[in-house]
Nanobody, 122 residues
């Protein structure tokens, strides 16, 4: 059973910073991508940032470029989202996800964390 454990959410004033962390409970046989989505009330889940394995490229949604930074600690199976210059519209539940194969016998699948609430007050 794979678990993605998120931490670091909370309440912050506009202009402040938060650091989200997501740790995978297993070491994946292959990991194609690791990153973050978010979902605000009444809205669809949307991509925030992702690290593509292999080349290590980082992709960001336009609305976070220049403010958020995604990084990865391979030794700890962890992905970090540093969020600076937060805005009230960043308020959402943030979900960690991994796309990969747990063992050589598994198909590629997508795994999700439980989500962590980020609230930015004006």
């Amino acid at each position: 059973q794979v678990q993605l454990v998120e931490s670091g959410g909370g309440l912050v004033q506009a202009g402040g910073s938060l650091r989200l962390s997501c740790a995978a409970s297993v070491t994946f046989f292959t990991m194609n991508a690791m990153g973050w989505y978010r979902q605000a009330p009444g809205q669809q889940r949307e991509l925030v940032a992702v690290i593509i394995s292999g080349g290590g490229s980082r992709n960001y949604a336009d609305f976070v470029k220049g403010r958020f930074t995604i990084s990865r600690d391979n030794a700890k199976n962890t992905v970090i989202l540093q969020m600076n210059s937060l805005k009230p519209e960043d308020t959402a539940v943030y979900y960690c996800y991994v796309r990969g194969r747990i063992t050589s016998r598994d198909n590629t699948a997508q795994y999700w964390g439980q989500g962590t609430q980020v609230t930015v007050s004006s």
